[in-house]
């Protein structure tokens, strides 16, 4: 067991490792940034600036060998030349390039090389040049475009309390509702009961959170404001300022009757479309323990059956329940991208496509960082549970 | 496997109940029975045909601008030209009734491109893993596990994001180029096309690992069977025995998930043309008119619904034709 789990976790450091490495290199060689941005401004009025442009590559360590910038990214090392005993160990090792071209460099004993390096930077350069904790620390580093020089810890603190609520109230609705309709479902399959909540858990499923959202928005924030009915706000987690809705009466901004305002609307519109997966996941579980020999000998000894569905099926059908429980981690620091976009829901998922779209890495790959990892520990996780809640399983 | 052996012709023996019908004569009386299904398909050819005749139909240039005041509402004349707005126009004057329907070709050939490509991709690597296992199975293994254990979503997000921004990145060839040019009337000058190609790229590159894993999962239960053991004392090549004896096999499960895909395709397109992070305007797909119609929801409500309805009814459509051929095609279902 101990050693399964030793093993499961260098994996998921591994794992962790090469993902972060993989999307460090892909989104730094890809276009926009803080260069492209400079340039772009200064192309419009001026020539761009050659100081200006090679303060933001120091600022950003743009300047550096794609290696040393995931390592000083990674572990916040190297930060200078490494001294030992006040002797300086390679200075002059070459780790970057500032400014692209051809340059010679004569050394003291006459020696003439060419090197491909209009201004090389080397390790010693490092000095005093900021530098993050590393990953590894927890710290990933600074924003560089959402909130100019803001730790990305911060970002994400600010905006992650947003994210658990909505993710986790809607995840707990949707099984909190999932767990009757499926059992009932099951226990009165093909009935009408059943027909009934399989195709609404289908159009559920089948429309894309996108439609639903919008039309949400259009139905009960935009229409029953203009029928003068209670209504629902557009978006936002609260209100700037205080609001009077027919019959419910004054909301102070930032009251718990206006947070839970501003709830209603995003909670039910995720908790519709996952209800749709969860429900059909228990039909299924639970119809494949109603058919197996413990729970016809329950029926024969003479147990209510109440007793037979509570005890003795559902308790088996939630077995694989644990399974799933691996894609609720990620999701509830991930939160919903697409969901917290159209309600312009302050979370974790809209920080990521803001980051984005405005070439913001540091935030962008912290949050990738983040949900890979838990993601990883999620499977984890369930893998452990489900050993427990089932003994029939062992870990090898 | 009972729907392969009614293929066989009623030999004799007076077993055949009726007069024998063949295995898609039954899948598609089955299918017929299946009522949303049916609807489905109907709703998705009008919008496939409409889609089709988008040159025809529309009564405007697909990017042609200051028409109309913007926002003119639905069934607006024209002042310049005295032709109808039927669904009005939108932000910056377009006609939405054109748009619309060039963004159905668009967004329903990415959708099918996607479907297609990452089913093929995925049943070529399936059938060779399950069939040839060893060094190529723990291959595709490997990245199947690797693509099931990190979050995919964000990672394409990221991905599309780089590539969409410059999406000159990628090299294709010319041919390609224009067959999407062709096909879904992109206008040549600009990057209309690369964008397009590189989100039929990026989907695909995302979405094959399901159609892979169950194409290996049927080619590992068939290939140990007995007629595949025949065939090959016969002296029929691998080739011919995936082809001709294992996919039909698998067939079945796959047509399904290939409808499902379908769905899933011209979601995610959506999904990432809504957020800014897809194919971009002036190429209209419904996922960019919704965002535009989403910052203007406030004063004009009923924008939203002109892209929105579109893509909920193919959404779902797909996914009761998948839920329909499902019924069809599994034998265990008798009706």
Known sequence: ?396 | MTSTTANLPATGAGLALRKSEGQWAIVLRRFRRHRLAMISLFVLLVIFIASLLAPVLAPFARDATGLAPRFSPPLTTNPQTGTLHFLGTDHVGRDFFTRLLYAARITLSVAFAVATASTLLGMTLGALAGYFRGIVDSIVMRVLEFMASIPDFPILLIIASILITDPKLLPYPPVLLQLVGGLMLLNPVGIEREQVLTMIVVLTLFGWTGSARLMRGMVLSVRERDFIESARSLGASNTRIILRHVVPNAFPPLVVAYTLSLAGALTAETALSFLGVGITDPTPTWGNMLQFATNFMLTNPWVPLIPGIPVVLCSLGFNFIGDGLRDALDPRLKM
């Open chain 1, 1 to 396: 067991m101990l050693n399964y789990l030793l093993r499961r976790f260098v994996l998921i450091i591994a794992m962790a490792f090469i993902i972060s490495f993989a999307s460090f290199t892909l989104l730094y060689s890809a276009p926009g940034g803080p260069l492209e941005q400079l340039a772009s401004l200064q192309s419009t009025t001026r020539r761009p600036d050659p100081d200006e442009i090679e303060r933001i590559m120091k600022r950003y360590d743009l300047d550096l060998d794609i290696g040393i910038r995931f390592l000083r990214w990674l572990i916040g090392h190297p930060r200078g030349a490494i001294t030992i005993n006040g002797q300086d160990i390679a200075p002059t090792f070459q780790i970057g390039c500032l400014k692209p071209g051809k340059a010679q460099l004569v050394y003291p004993d006459g020696r003439i090389e060419e090197i491909n390096c209009a201004k090389p930077v080397y390790l010693r350069d490092l000095n005093g040049r900021p530098v993050s904790n590393g990953v590894v620390a927890l710290d990933f580093g600074r924003s560089q475009q959402l909130a100019r020089e803001q730790p990305v810890s911060n970002l994400i603190n600010t905006r992650l309390g947003h994210t658990l609520l909505l993710m986790g109230v809607s995840t707990f609705l949707a099984i909190a509702i999932a767990i009757p309709i499926g059992v009932y479902s099951a226990v009165k399959q093909y009935s009408r009961f059943d027909y009934f909540f399989t195709t609404i858990a289908f159009f559920g499923s089948g429309m894309p959170t996108l439609f639903t959202g919008v039309m949400g928005i259009l139905l009960f924030a935009l229409i029953f404001k203009g029928l003068g009915l209670p209504y629902l706000p557009a978006g936002l987690a609260e209100s700037n300022r205080d609001v009077t809705i027919p019959i419910f009466g004054l909301i102070r901004a930032g009251s718990v009757a206006d947070r839970i305002w501003h709830l209603i609307l995003p909670v039910s519109v995720l908790t519709f479309f996952s209800l749709a997966g969860w429900t059909r996941f228990i039909r299924s579980s639970m119809l494949e323990v109603l058919r197996q020999d413990y729970v016809r000998t329950a029926r024969a000894k003479g147990l209510i059956e109440r007793v037979v569905i509570m005890k003795h099926a559902l308790r088996n059908a939630l077995i694989p329940f644990v399974t799933l429980l691996a894609g609720v981690l990620p999701t509830l620091f991930g939160g919903a991208i697409i969901t917290e976009s159209v309600f312009s829901w302050p979370g974790i998922g809209k920080l990521f496509i803001n980051s984005l779209t405005a070439s913001d890495y540091p935030v962008a790959i912290a949050y990738l960082l983040i949900s890979t990892f838990l993601t990883l520990v999620g499977f984890l996780l369930s893998d452990v549970l489900y050993t427990i809640v089932d003994p029939r399983i062992r870990m090898t």
